[in-house]
């Protein structure tokens, strides 16, 4: 047993490092500290910086153009990420379509899709849930019957609404669940498709969240004709890529460097901001009330951290992710909304004033200090994490049966 | 002991009721909200002439309905029920709460004001660096001749943009925090060298920073004894925290209301999702916690003129908002995708209530000041 990194980790974190720093746009880092939405070009500037680097595909395999990384570099480029305050890239494309495409798609499917998810020239989105389909995911009803066309090559002609759709407002292409067999068992009469946007009878309709965000959509699809040869898998075998994609949708999530680095703003705001009581003034990282909580907080970011360590250690000694993961899903989402918690009471009353839409160019200031008026907003989206993928409750009933035999 | 009301207060509690739900419906107040002007000034009219509760704690010598603080608990738990914008809290139990206590030629003048809908007050007391203690002032008033002259900077002082009258807190003397020293006034909201920074709250209402620059007020605007002010500011404010707690039981009772019928409605996996015994027992605890503001707003309510009132007062703001915060949070969790939404009443009613949490103190600042009055 050994908690230290080698020399040759050691020597990649300082390259990693030197390399965000140098390299990642400082109004992109301005705008995450405080937590503003980001746009399109936003989100795939840092995205063609990395992909030049050859760094995009960071769970990739060589052979798809990834960085073959260990799982043990994996985590330092995703906490060096965090350090240097550097975005995410989007999962879809990386870590959820790409993957299911380079383990089940056919050599063309791989040879049109992987390079363009690498470089960014591709924006996918995922068309997983439906109105009523969402925990209960193999209840979906969008349908996609197969045809010959006047061409005499066969498609799928889709019908169907999907719903909670991330950015999808921007994407080029989405990956859907679809039914095409609607007389067995749910699990397997599903296929799974990969749908270019610009495909005619496809509307996109924004759904606005609680903190007044444009981040996920409502998308219909009306007689939308797809090529048969878009299918991953063979047709009705859909759901193995869609639990597949699934394990790799939750291992992204725990996100420990990021609230590692949320941590660290909380007690900045806390240094901060100056808590009175009675004739007693003092910053309010010292209250004791507060300063309890921001250390259970890093308490219980410690025990997340070495969990996942514990589990990216199995799986580079072999054992893919398994059912564990759920427990990184659970406990790295609540301490993320604990996190949007502290940050909302820390900035007492400047929590409430609402500041959306001064665009581009209107320099209007916020109201109070500038780490303070994101916080209500960011506190309010952040209810989604123990909701997307997988509520916590599902997470939990995974747990019960896969790993305690419940 | 006797937790039953009056027929008056039953008939104050129905008429508001049936009147917020027949009209103050969940589109009628988004379109209030989003419109310019960010409230409704008809409903306000209503509330003075048609429900007459803009006079529920006043004096019938001024027009009023001879109520106190429990007819301010009835309405504002109605209030948050309907998720109500318009100024009450800050007109009637904030404002009228200090011409009350002050009585004299200011109350004669301005209560009858209030009762017939022409004024709305805004409390402006808050300031950027004091957080939660009403003693952290550095506006002040300097006596200037027969009156003062009026200098500082207000921090979100909801209904700000809507109000004829504000209600300041100020030194006329003494250091920061210092007890002594704290004057209030209330000024006429466009007297000169007032400027106003107006903005939404998240919760749907509006709210200002206000900037006083060398504003001229008469000695007739003081309220109360000069530099005496701070135990009747924590009076009205602990009043008005009172009245805050039964808003928050008319906004959890209708979180857990709505998640309750929506858990009966939302199907998955062949069954409603109010089945699965763990949200279930969610619901169960959500329940108990509403149960609990109920009760605690009725302990706080009832004891407000007793001496432990302060103690009673943050016992109950504790409570409510830790369960403001359970509930409001769990209601979204049972909801789903759909809980997020800016569409569905449900995310609104967590968004006030994830601000009355920390409205006139949050659950840590409660604790303490109970801990520091605890026998
Ligand atoms: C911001 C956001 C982004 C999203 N992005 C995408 C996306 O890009 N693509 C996509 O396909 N989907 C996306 N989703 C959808 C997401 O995967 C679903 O919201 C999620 O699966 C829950 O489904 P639901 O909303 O229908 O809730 P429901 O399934 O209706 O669940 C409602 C409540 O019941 C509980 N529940 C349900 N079943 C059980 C059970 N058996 N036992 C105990 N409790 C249960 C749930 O935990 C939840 O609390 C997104 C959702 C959100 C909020
Ligand atoms: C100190 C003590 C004094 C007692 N005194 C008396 C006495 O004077 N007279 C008398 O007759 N009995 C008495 N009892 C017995 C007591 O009533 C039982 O212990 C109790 O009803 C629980 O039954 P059980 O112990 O068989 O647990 P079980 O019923 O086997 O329950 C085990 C666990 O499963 C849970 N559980 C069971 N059913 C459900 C369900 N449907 N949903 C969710 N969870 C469930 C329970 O909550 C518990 O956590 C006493 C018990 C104790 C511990």
Redesign the pocket.
């Known amino acids: 047993m050994d908690l230290n990194f080698s020399a040759e980790d050691i020597a990649f974190r300082d390259e990693v490092r030197t390399f965000i720093a140098d390299n990642y746009p400082a109004g992109l880092r301005a705008k995450s500290e405080e937590g503003e939405e980001l746009s399109k070009e936003d989100f795939l500037s840092w995205h063609k910086v990395l992909a030049a680097k050859g760094w995009a595909g960071i769970a990739w395999p060589v052979e798809y153009g990834g960085t073959g990384w260990t799982s043990v570099q994996r985590y330092i480029f995703a906490e060096e990420s965090a350090r240097g305050d550097a975005m995410r890239l989007l999962p879809f494309g990386l870590n959820m379509v790409g993957p299911v495409i380079y383990t089940f798609g056919t050599p063309e499917q791989k040879a049109k899709f992987l390079p363009r998810i690498l470089s960014g020239a591709d924006w996918w ?5 439906e109105p009523g389909a ?3 995911l193999a209840n979906l009803r969008t349908k996609a019957e197969r045809f010959t066309g006047d061409d005499g090559k066969e498609y799928y002609r889709v019908n169907g609404q ?1 719903t ?3 950015l999808a407002q921007h994407a080029d292409w989405i990956f859907c669940l679809v039914r095409t067999d609607p007389t067995v068992k749910p699990q397997e009469g599903i296929s799974f498709l990969l749908i270019d946007m610009k495909t005619p009878g496809i509307t996109v309709r924004p759904i606005i ?1 609680l903190g007044g965000e444009h ?2 959509n409502e998308v219909w699809l009306e007689d939308v004709i797809v090529p048969v040869e878009n299918r991953v898998f063979h047709e009705n075998k859909g759901w193995t890529c869609a639990k597949f994609l699934l394990a790799h949708e939750r291992t992204g999530i725990a996100g420990v460097a990021a609230s590692k680095r949320g941590v660290e703003r909380i007690k900045t705001i806390a240094r901060t901001e100056i808590d009175s009581f009675g004739d007693d003034a003092q910053p309010l990282l010292a209250n004791p009330f507060f300063k309890r909580k921001v250390a259970e907080l890093e308490i219980d970011l410690t025990a997340l951290e070495f969990t996942e360590l514990r589990t990216l250690a199995g799986e580079s000694s072999g054992k893919g992710p398994g059912p564990e993961s759920s427990l990184l899903k659970i406990k790295g989402t609540e301490i993320q909304q604990r996190i949007t918690e502290l940050a909302l009471e820390a900035v007492g009353h400047y929590g409430a004033p609402y500041f959306r839409g001064f665009g581009e160019g209107d320099n209007e200031h916020p109201i109070g200090p500038d780490y303070a008026h994101r916080a209500a907003p960011t506190y309010f989206n952040m209810r ?1 994490t123990s ?5 916590n ?2 997470q939990r ?1 995974i747990i019960a049966k896969m790993v305690l035999g419940l | 002991m006797d937790f039953n009301f009056t027929d008056e207060q039953t008939m104050l509690r129905d008429s508001v009721g049936r009147y917020l739900s027949d009209t103050y419906t969940f589109d009628a107040r988004m379109t209030a909200v989003n419109g310019d002007s960010g409230w409704n000034p008809g409903v306000w009219k209503a509330f003075a002439e048609e429900l007459g509760i803009l006079g529920a704690p006043f004096a019938e010598a001024h027009g009023g309905l001879g109520g106190g603080a429990i007819e301010n608990m009835i309405v504002m738990e109605e209030i948050g029920k309907a998720l109500v914008i318009e100024p009450y809290l800050q007109t009637v139990v904030i404002g009228g709460g200090f011409l009350k206590a002050a009585g004299g030629a200011l109350a004669d003048a301005v209560i009858p004001q209030i009762i017939d809908g022409s004024a709305v007050i805004a409390f402006a007391y808050a300031e950027p660096q004091g957080r939660y203690n009403l003693a952290d002032l550095r506006t002040t008033a300097k006596k200037d001749g027969a009156g003062y002259v009026l200098n500082g900077h207000k921090a979100v002082v909801y209904a700000a943009p809507w109000a004829t009258h504000f209600i300041v807190t100020a030194r006329t003397g003494g250091s920061v925090r210092e007890r002594s020293g704290v004057s209030v006034f209330l000024i006429p909201a466009n007297a000169a060298g007032i400027t106003r920074r107006d903005y939404p709250t998240v919760d749907g209402a509006r709210a200002s920073e206000v900037y006083f620059e060398n504003v001229a007020i008469g000695a007739d605007t003081l309220i109360g004894a000069e530099g005496e002010g701070l135990p009747l500011v924590e009076q009205v404010v602990d009043e008005a925290t009172a009245a805050v707690c039964a808003e928050g039981s008319g906004v959890v009772r209708k979180l857990h209301e709505g998640t309750l019928d929506y858990s009966r409605q ?1 199907k ?2 062949g069954k409603a ?1 109010g089945e ?1 015994q ?2 279930q027992h969610r619901m169960v605890d959500m329940f108990m916690e509403v149960e609990q503001a109920v009760s605690m707003t009725l302990m706080a309510t009832l004891r407000l003129d007793e001496r432990d009132r302060a103690k009673h007062v943050s016992s109950a703001k504790n409570k409510i908002s830790r369960g403001a915060r359970f509930v409001g949070q769990n209601a979204v ?6 809980g ?1 939404s800016n569409e569905l009443a449900i995310g609104h009613y967590f968004k006030r209530a994830s601000m009355i949490e920390s409205q006139f103190g949050d659950a840590d600042y409660h604790l303490r000041r109970y801990e520091s009055l605890m026998d």
């Open positions: 989105c995922q068309g997983y849930s969402g925990s209960d999907k909670w759709t991330t969240t981040e996920v989604k909701i997307y993928g997988g509520s409750e599902i009933n | 939302r998955q996996f999702i699965f763990v949200l969790q049972i909801h789903g995708g759909i997020i």
